[in-house]
Each structure stands twice: as structure tokens, then as C-alpha cells.
């Protein structure tokens, strides 16, 4: 077990790591329940695989639960999700001091978070994350949003949880390819900063995609203190600190819109692809050798995720995929910025890439192999 506290003046929290945790629910958040019943919120799976828990854990404390359940999937970071949720929990009488729970993946934390945030101005809310990927970087920092038809994430708020429970007995349900998706964020953290880590996800990967207890716990544990390190220096994205969070992801939300933002490429999938990318970049731009894009790759393709974006069958061009990089967040007057490597555990944000240039390399790369 591990409590790691996110420092932001006024609006710290502490983020549980632990297995078995969930079952506690009912403890860990007292202070955030001031009634006898909460909104919860949940995707089909996750609701099935734990909401019972979830249920009991606060029905031992006098607390009952109302369900609103989204279909499983990005689908549901949708405007008409949202306004279906906003008047749920208006109906239900959600008030400002009330705190809503968010138990599932990264949509149902993104979706519940944004939802918080614009209810009567900005109400509370608990994260529950149930997947990987969103224990080790989606619940924690305050990110929250929805997608629009011209791409990812374009809607949303920095909105912070009050407190988050990862309970790492709930990843024990979730199918492989998840576990897969979710450690291409784990490894991020060693890449974009921390070699030492790096080279414990080289020599431990496998352990924890396998779910093996210790090696998990370690890795939730040590990706959630990389990115409260990170949130509390730049909680915005103002300074560059948090940009570097980004790492993979302009290529990544490119590749997701390419595919439509569906089960064919999940964003953890799109992430990996994104960093292999982000390597060989930095190497085309002499930043970093091709010896150590090569272990980037090596790396995320040891997990089982994919390394070539030729493999995905797109009908596209590099152009196209560029072009749905003008809807980055981070586009600064006219100017993409990129992450990219001076070495391993060496992200920097640069600001002098051509997009003709990234064009190029992406259509090289659509046709390799
Ligand atoms: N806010 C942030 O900082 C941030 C960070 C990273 C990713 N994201 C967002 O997170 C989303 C991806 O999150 P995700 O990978 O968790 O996907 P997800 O929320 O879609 O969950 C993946 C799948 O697992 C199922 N599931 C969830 N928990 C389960 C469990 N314990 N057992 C069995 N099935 C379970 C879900 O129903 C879904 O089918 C993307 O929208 C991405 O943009 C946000
Ligand atoms: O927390 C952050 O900051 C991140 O960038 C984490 C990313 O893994 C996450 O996918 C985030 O939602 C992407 O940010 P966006 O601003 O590009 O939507
Ligand atoms: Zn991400």
C-alpha cells in the first residue's frame, strides 16, 4: 500500500495504491460523502466487474449508491454522453459539496470529471480507476474532457479529484489488450524522464502485464509519483514541465482520429505507436542515435503492442495524418511543438519541427516494412 499525495495549494490529494483497497472504499473517502446516497458512475464492464464491491464497501458505512451507466468505449466522451449525465445528476440532486465516484477505465474518469467540473459550476469528485492505464496516469492530475468531431480530448477542464483509489485487485478482470495499452503509459514515464526506470520496465515489463502483484503495485506506485512530481510543477500545461506528459501523443491522437477513435486502436495502442515515432524523430533530427529508438521499440514491442503504423492498414498519407495534428492543444500561434528525446529519460519540447518535414517522415513510415 502506498499514499501519494498530489501538492497543489489549497486542492492537494492523496492518490491510494493497493491492493484490495476498493473493499475500504467506505473509510478512504468519509470525508467526502455528506449523505446517505452518492452518484456513481461507471461503464457496462465496469459496473459488472466491480460495482458490487463498490456498493458493499460503502453500504457498511450507511451509504447507498445510485448508478448512471455509460456504454463501454471512447463513444461515451461525447457531447450527447455528457448532457445525458449532467441531467442525471441533476436530477439527482448533486449538489456543489456533493462528490460524484467515477469507477471505471480513463472514459468514465475523463467523462465524470468534465461533467463535475461544469455541474453548478464545479462540484466534487472521487476517481476509482479500474483499468491500468487510467490507475497510472488518467485519474490523477485533473485533466478531464470529451472528444468533438475534429478530434481528441478537444472539450474539457482541468478539474482535480478530491481523492483517487487504485485498487490494483480491480485490474484483475480487465482483458490482456488493456493491460497492454495501459503499460504503454507506465513505460512513458521511464522515456520521457527517468532512465532507471526505463530500465526497470525493460527488465520488468513482462511481470507486469502478467498482473504478478509486486511488480504492479511498483509500477502504479512509481508512474502515479512521476506524474504528481509533474501536475504539482505545472498543474496547467503553462511552463513545458507537463507538456512532456504528452510524450507519443501528437502522433498518438492523430493515429486515434485516423481510426475513428475506435476498438481498432485504443489510446494506450496509439500512445506506444506514438512513441515509437517520437523515437525515430528524434533520431531522423540527430537528437538521439538510432541504437536507442531501436530500444524504445524494442521496449514497447517486448509488451506485445504494435511499433509500425504501416500495420494498421490506414488509406492515408502522412499528410493526413499531420493535418489532424493542427488540433493538438498544444499548438502555440501557428506552431506545433513536439516532444521529443535527447536521450532516454530525456523528453524536451521543441518548437522548430516542420510539419512538412513530419509529413514526409510519416509517409515514410506508412510505408516501411
Ligand atoms: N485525463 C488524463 O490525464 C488521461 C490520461 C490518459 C488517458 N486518458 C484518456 O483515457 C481514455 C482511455 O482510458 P482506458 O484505457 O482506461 O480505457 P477505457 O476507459 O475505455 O477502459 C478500457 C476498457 O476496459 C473496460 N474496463 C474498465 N475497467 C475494467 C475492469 N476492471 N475489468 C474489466 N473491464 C474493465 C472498459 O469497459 C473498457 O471496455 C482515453 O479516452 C484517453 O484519452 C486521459
Ligand atoms: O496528464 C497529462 O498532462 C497528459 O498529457 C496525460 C496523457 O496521457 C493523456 O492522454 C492526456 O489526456 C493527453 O492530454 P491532451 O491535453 O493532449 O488531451
Ligand atoms: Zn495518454
Request: net charge negative; with cysteine; aromatic share 6%.
Amino acid at each position: 500500500m502506498a499514499v501519494i499525495r498530489v501538492e497543489l495549494a489549497g486542492r492537494g490529494y492523496d492518490v491510494h495504491v493497493g491492493h484490495g483497497l476498493l473493499d475500504n472504499a467506505g473509510y478512504l473517502a468519509r470525508d467526502f460523502i455528506r449523505k446517505d446516497r452518492v452518484a456513481a458512475v461507471a461503464d457496462r464492464n465496469s459496473h459488472a466487474a466491480h460495482g458490487g464491491r463498490l456498493e458493499a464497501a460503502l453500504g457498511a458505512s450507511g451509504v447507498g449508491v445510485d448508478w448512471f451507466i455509460a456504454e463501454p468505449g471512447e463513444g461515451a466522451k461525447s457531447w450527447g454522453v455528457l448532457e445525458k449525465l449532467v441531467d442525471w445528476l441533476l436530477e439527482h440532486g448533486v449538489e456543489r459539496g456533493d462528490h460524484i465516484f467515477a469507477l471505471g477505465g480513463g472514459v468514465v474518469g475523463d467523462l465524470t470529471g468534465f461533467a463535475a467540473a461544469v455541474l453548478k459550476r464545479g462540484c466534487g469528485f472521487v476517481q476509482i480507476p479500474t483499468t491500468l492505464l487510467a490507475q497510472v496516469d488518467s485519474s490523477v492530475g485533473g485533466k478531464t474532457a470529451i472528444n468533438t468531431r475534429a478530434g481528441k480530448n478537444l472539450v474539457g477542464a482541468f478539474h482535480q479529484p478530491a481523492l483517487v483509489l487504485a485498487d490494483t485487485a480491480t485490474l484483475g478482470t480487465l482483458p490482456a489488450r488493456e493491460m497492454g495499452a495501459g503499460y504503454a503509459e507506465v513505460i512513458k514515464y521511464g522515456i520521457l524522464g527517468d532512465p532507471d526506470f526505463f530500465a526497470w520496465c525493460e527488465a520488468n515489463g513482462a511481470k507486469v502485464t502478467a498482473r504478478e502483484a509486486e511488480a504492479l503495485e511498483y509500477a502504479v506506485t512509481r508512474s502515479v509519483e512521476a506524474k504528481a512530481r509533474i501536475v504539482a510543477q505545472d498543474e496547467r500545461e503553462t511552463t513545458g514541465t507537463r507538456a512532456l506528459l504528452n510524450l507519443g501523443h501528437t502522433f498518438g491522437h492523430a493515429l486515434e482520429a485516423e481510426t475513428g477513435f475506435s476498438d481498432r486502436l485504443l489510446h494506450g495502442e496509439a500512445v506506444a505507436l506514438g512513441m515509437v515515432l517520437a523515437a525515430r524523430y528524434s533520431a531522423r533530427l540527430d537528437y538521439i542515435s538510432l541504437d536507442d529508438a531501436n530500444r524504445v521499440t524494442q521496449a514497447i514491442a517486448s509488451a506485445g503492442l504494435r511499433t509500425e503504423i504501416a500495420a494498421l492498414g490506414m488509406d492515408c498519407t502522412g499528410r493526413d495524418l499531420a493535418a489532424h495534428m493542427l488540433h493538438d492543444k498544444k499548438m502555440d500561434a501557428g506552431t506545433l511543438p513536439f516532444i521529443l528525446l535527447r536521450g532516454i529519460g530525456e523528453a524536451f519540447v521543441d518548437r522548430q519541427v516542420a510539419m512538412e518535414d513530419v509529413a514526409a517522415f510519416l509517409s515514410e513510415q506508412l510505408q516501411a516494412h
